[in-house]
């Protein structure tokens, strides 16, 4: 899991006005964790197109106990992986990306600094060793070691949007 301290703000960033509730117990339990390339903040894409175009790779490492929930997944499939972000802010209300002139809202963005640090990664499965837990991937736009809470099915036929 990383250790690094969470980005200073950006000029234009505003953090939230009131004071933030103390968390709650979800009861969330990690999964595993992801693999990649990726060792700190500057080096990691920022999305799926840019995991693919750096180079893709990394991996799923499922721990022993929910190994036997992978039954089903096969290589070609896509899913999607929710992951902590666990040194991501968590107190900007207005968010300043690099590629922007002007700050907008923290659920207007996809970025990783958010309430809840939940992150949502769209995969493509390369190669699964059941057995040992460990999934290839096509490409994954984390920070290697973060934990993984969650594996679900991507299905075409329900969750991409029709077109209007």
Request: net charge negative.
């Amino acid at each position: 899991m990383s250790t690094q301290q969470p980005r200073p703000a950006r000029p234009g960033e505003v953090f939230f006005s009131e004071p933030l509730p103390a968390g709650e117990a979800a009861g969330l339990v990690f999964i595993g964790r992801l693999r990649s390339p990726f060792g700190s903040f500057d080096e990691c894409p920022k999305n799926r197109r840019a995991a693919l175009e750096a180079g893709g790779g990394g991996s799923l490492e499922v721990d022993r106990p929910w190994r036997e929930a992978l039954v089903g997944l096969s290589a070609g499939d896509h899913v999607f992986c929710l992951s902590w972000l666990g040194s991501a802010r968590r107190d900007l209300a207005l968010q300043k990306p690099r590629h922007a002139e002007t700050a907008r809202g923290t659920f207007s963005l996809r970025s990783p600094a958010r309430p809840n640090p939940i992150g949502l990664h769209l995969v493509r499965i390369e190669a699964i060793d059941a057995d040992a837990g460990i999934l290839h991937l096509d490409a994954i736009d984390v920070l290697d070691g973060t934990p993984l809470i969650d594996i679900k099915p991507y299905f075409a036929s329900v969750d991409r949007p029709a077109e209007d």
